[in-house]
């Protein structure tokens, strides 16, 4: 007797060997000893690792058909997107009968190279009067990517959720597992958060498939592997780690899977979500790991000798190890002159810097320090303050909050009413409010360079973290002036110098200083003399290229 | 995961930061004062000095590569002498780093927060420090190393800027009827080197096997040419007489500059924001090797350690604030120094020569 689902799954205690879930156990040592690379398609052939409810290993198929297809009915509750279809095999009373989920499945695929070539070439077995043998259907009338014995029901029920397809023979105790797979998915289409204006407009999707097929595409080399776990007790997502062998460090990759192995929720529905579970800190303000939705960059990623994550549903990759002066690359600087390139990453350093102090530093400036500033300036802040009821601080945070509830309205609406809301703000509302007298113009001006200065940071978390920041920074300004941002600033760093992101010191290359380093992630080398990777990336290839080129 | 270790250009800046602190503020008053406009010679055969004294230093740290000075004392010495012997060393390092809080308080009270209570500047300070010191040293190498190039930036600005207001007249003529003065101020020159014995605390996280012995020279002569140039500089602009009355030379060399376009009207308000980092470094390895030698002594290992450095943040106000006139904090810390730098002078000397006869003993048999 099958009981109900919810009551199957056991939860993974600890580290009780594979008994307890349903996830690949991690062992550092073996994976290392034993890395062979595990392909997608591998991982398919091998589900049985899967365990879909702990008790489901031990409930073994019959013989009879019909209770073989009542017993997955009921241990899919008997859903009624589940289809079955019987139909008869040979000539000998023979049945046979698919089990798929339509909306999964590719549904001509099963009609018509599963269920018609059976029907049909069973039929001219008949003429022969041979018998109808499961290994006959197995080798000459399937044909699909992969086709796989099962007899135990955790193999079948994940495999038939996965989108496979579910052959099972009246007469024999086991069935196959064909490949069948169809999920509709959104195409390939411009990335939403990291436009490029030179670069490709190749964006991933929610398909895992097609994003290791984007990655596939941009490197062609028989080292990159790509690794698959599952997460999710109850989603059961397949998760992808993908590396070049000879290029990354094999630290990270082994560190990510066992991450990623030791997980232990019921489900993950997105790549980000992963990142939160996967990271270093979970307290950090700071993103730990890159989120891209660009195969470039992915791929750029990867030949740097980092590690990159997919996951299904999931239209993003992770990439790690991550540092803040990698997060502040764009893809664009990949397509431009070093000079041009490496003078945007600077600018986008300063517009991090302008959005997390520059209101902080107006308030200190103009509460604490005024003298600091020339005497025409300071009349001029003054003469526009004249009036204004509130004080500089109070300014800042009214000023600061409606920015913030600007950008997040903007954000959650359509993108049409999105730009509305975007004019209405930042020219109705701000003039309305300096012509009432609420706030002065000098603050608007600071206010809309900071949040310009937030819209450079490329990193969309990034610019989050920029924007919490702003709030301390002004509190300290308020109270301890220039000193205040000084200490805050000392505070911050020492935040930042202490944060890692997979064994990687977040702020590198900034400290220990490497020119080498520098050259490449702060600014941008010369791409004809850029011959190593980035040396804190502890690559297992160092080298990029072998011969400098000089030009002409 | 990944070990935690130190690159030699680390050893570097911790070198330059332990030594320069408040002392780059005060120095060039404290030289004049003493040998007048030849004090930038004193300073100079001062820093020679110092290269002399690191060398029972270096000795130390080849004999004992992988251990920290609390560590290499207890084992040179004996648990209880070693014990002993570093209790003069925590209490100068504890009074240096909150002196050194104190007078930072005094110049930004001075320069840009005259109404904040000095209680609150120093409490602020230190909690700061406490908060990067409990984050071990890998982590304050890297903060060290990255606010290295501020200052070091702002202090060559600095330099640069006074050039035009420099007038040579006022450092003429050189030893003129002032030989004796001048000799007598080498000894004054050494006491603003004391940082120079902090980088055995440091050496034996380094990444690398060989010891970074030209790190910690290029760290020494960082800031005995910078205490020099910034001698020289502040006396030809502002001359013997004005500097002997002037606390802190180095913000008013920055009030002098006067910029024609300017965009700051008070140079010297904005430099000091410079400076907080500066002294920052120096209070934070001060902070540093006095929770090491305060661990070793007592013993304390694990969490304890991070409950030592809690017990600081109480402690260094408590030293700082000791002192209720302002005058009295710089002559105090000046003292402080003489003590401190006599003790240190002898310690590593006799330190390596026990070290070394152990070893020689312990080779004979």
Same mark, same amino acid.
């Given at each position: 007797m099958l009981k109900p689902i919810k009551r199957l799954f056991t939860r993974n205690k600890g580290n009780k060997g594979s008994k307890s879930s349903g996830i690949n156990k991690y062992n550092p040592q073996t994976q290392l000893d034993?890395? &062979? !690379?595990?392909? *997608?398609?591998?991982?398919?052939?091998?589900? &049985?690792? $899967?365990?879909?409810?702990?008790?489901?290993?031990?409930?073994?198929?019959?013989?009879?058909?019909?209770?073989n297809l009542a017993t997955i009915k009921g241990a899919m509750n008997n859903n009624y997107d589940i289809k079955t279809k019987e139909f008869k095999l040979g000539g000998r009373g023979v049945f046979g009968a698919v089990v798929y989920i339509p909306s999964l499945a590719d549904e001509d695929f099963v009609l018509n190279h599963i269920v018609n070539p059976l029907m049909i070439? &069973?039929? *001219?077995?008949?003429? +022969?009067?041979?018998?109808?043998?499961?290994?006959?259907?197995?080798?000459?009338?399937?044909?699909?990517?992969?086709?796989n014995e099962a007899e135990s029901l955790d193999q079948i029920l994940f495999s038939v959720m996965s989108g496979d397809t579910f052959l099972s023979v009246q007469g024999y105790p086991k069935g196959l597992i064909i490949s069948t797979k169809g999920y509709v998915g959104r195409q390939v289409s411009e990335p939403q958060l990291? !436009?490029? $204006?030179?670069?490709?407009?190749?964006?991933?999707?929610?398909? *895992?498939?097609?994003?290791?097929? *984007?990655? +596939?595409?941009?490197?062609?080399? !028989?080292?990159? $592997?790509?690794?698959v776990y599952k997460v999710g007790q109850r989603t059961q997502m397949e998760v992808v780690i993908a590396y070049l062998r000879d290029v990354a460090d094999q630290g990270v990759a082994i560190e990510t899977a066992g991450r990623l192995s030791s997980l232990d929720v019921d489900g993950i529905q997105g790549t980000a979500e992963l990142g939160l579970y996967i990271t270093d800190n979970p307290n950090s303000i700071f993103p730990l790991y890159q989120v891209t939705e660009r195969p470039d960059r992915v791929a750029r990623g990867l030949m740097e000798g980092r590690v990159a994550i997919f996951m299904e549903g999931g239209a993003e990759a992770l990439v790690v190890p991550a540092t803040m002066p990698i997060l502040l690359q764009s893809a664009d600087d990949y397509y431009e002159n070093w000079i041009v390139s490496s003078l945007l990453r600077l600018l986008r350093y300063g517009g991090m810097l302008i959005s997390i102090f520059l209101p902080s530093l107006y308030i200190a400036l103009a509460g604490h320090h005024p003298g600091m500033l020339p005497t025409k300036l300071v009349l001029t802040i003054t003469g526009a303050r004249t009036g204004v009821p509130f004080p500089g601080f109070l300014e800042a945070v009214i000023m600061g909050a409606t920015l913030e509830l600007l950008q997040e309205a903007s954000i959650r609406l359509p993108r049409v009413i999105g730009q509305a809301v975007s004019i209405v703000g930042g020219l109705v509302i701000g003039q309305a409010a300096v012509q009432a007298g609420l706030v002065g113009p000098i603050m608007v001006i600071i206010i809309g360079v900071t949040a310009i200065g937030s819209f450079v940071v490329t990193d969309y978390s990034l610019g989050l973290a920029t924007r919490v920041l702003r709030i301390p920074f002004m509190i300290l300004a308020l109270t301890l002036g220039g000193f205040g941002l000084a200490l805050g600033a000392l505070v911050l760093i020492t935040y930042m110098a202490d944060?890692? &992101?997979?064994?990687? +010191?977040y702020i590198k290359p900034l400290s220990p200083y490497r020119i080498r380093d520098l050259k490449q992630t702060i600014l941008k080398a010369r791409d004809a003399s850029h011959m190593n990777r980035p040396a804190f990336l502890n690559t297992a290839d160092v080298q990029r290229q072998t011969k400098q080129r000089r030009g002409k | 995961m990944r070990t935690k270790k130190l690159a030699p250009w680390q050893i570097m800046v911790l070198t330059v930061s332990g030594i320069l602190g408040v002392d780059i503020l005060i120095v060039q008053h404290n030289m004049v004062s003493a040998a007048g406009v030849d004090g930038w010679i004193s300073l100079t055969i001062g820093g020679m000095v110092i290269f002399a004294a690191s060398i029972p230093v270096i000795y130390l740290m080849r004999l004992y590569p992988d251990k920290d000075v609390p560590q290499i004392t207890i084992e040179v010495l004996g648990k209880w002498m070693g014990r002993l012997a570093l209790i003069p060393l925590t209490v100068f390092s504890i009074v240096y780093a909150g002196l050194s809080a104190r007078i930072i308080g005094q110049v930004l009270k001075m320069f840009l927060l005259d109404k904040t209570p000095m209680t609150v500047i120093v409490v602020s300070m230190v909690a700061a420090v406490i908060y990067l010191v409990d984050k071990g040293v890998y982590t304050l190498a890297a903060v060290v190393d990255i606010i290295f190039p501020m200052y070091m930036t702002a202090l060559i600005l600095l330099v640069v800027f006074s050039v035009p207001q420099a007038n040579l007249a006022n450092i003429r003529p050189v030893l003129f009827r002032n030989a004796g003065k001048t000799? /007598?101020?080498?000894?004054? /020159? =050494?006491?603003?080197?004391? /940082?120079?014995?902090?980088?055995?605390?440091?050496?034996?996280?380094l990444k690398s096997k060989k010891l970074a012995v030209k790190p910690y020279i290029i760290g020494l002569g960082i800031p005995v040419l910078l205490y020099i140039i910034l001698t020289v500089i502040t006396t030809m602009v502002f001359g013997e007489t004005t500097l002997r009355a002037i606390l802190y030379p180095i913000l008013n060399l920055s009030k002098a500059i006067e910029f024609k376009s300017g965009i700051l009207d008070r140079l010297e308000s904005f430099m000091a924001l410079f400076w907080i980092p500066m002294v920052f470094a120096s209070i934070v390895i001060f902070t540093y090797i006095s929770v090491r030698k305060i661990s070793e002594i007592f013993s304390i290992k694990g969490k304890g350690k991070k409950y030592t450095s809690y017990t600081l943040l109480f402690l260094l106000p408590a030293v700082a604030m000791i002192i209720p006139k302002d005058l009295n904090v710089l002559e105090t810390y000046n003292n402080l120094k003489h003590v401190g730098i006599f003790y240190i002078? =002898?310690?590593?000397?006799? %330190?390596? %020569?026990?070290?070394?006869?152990?070893?020689?003993v312990v080779k004979q048999k």
């Open positions: 034993s890395r &062979s !690379p595990q392909t *997608l398609d591998d991982s398919q052939n091998q589900q &049985s690792e $899967v365990i879909y409810g702990q008790k489901y290993i031990n409930i073994k198929l019959t013989k009879n058909l019909k209770e070439q &069973s039929s *001219l077995i008949l003429d +022969r009067e041979d018998a109808i043998s499961f290994d006959t259907i197995k080798d000459t009338m399937i044909d699909a990517e992969y086709i990291e !436009p490029s $204006v030179k670069g490709s407009q190749e964006g991933f999707t929610e398909i *895992l498939q097609d994003n290791i097929g *984007l990655l +596939r595409r941009r490197i062609r080399d !028989p080292n990159l $592997v790509f690794e944060l890692e &992101s997979f064994g990687i +010191r | 000799a /007598g101020a080498i000894i004054p /020159g =050494i006491y603003n080197f004391t /940082g120079y014995g902090t980088i055995p605390y440091f050496m034996c996280h002078s =002898i310690f590593y000397p006799i %330190l390596a %020569l026990v070290a070394g006869v152990k070893k020689r």
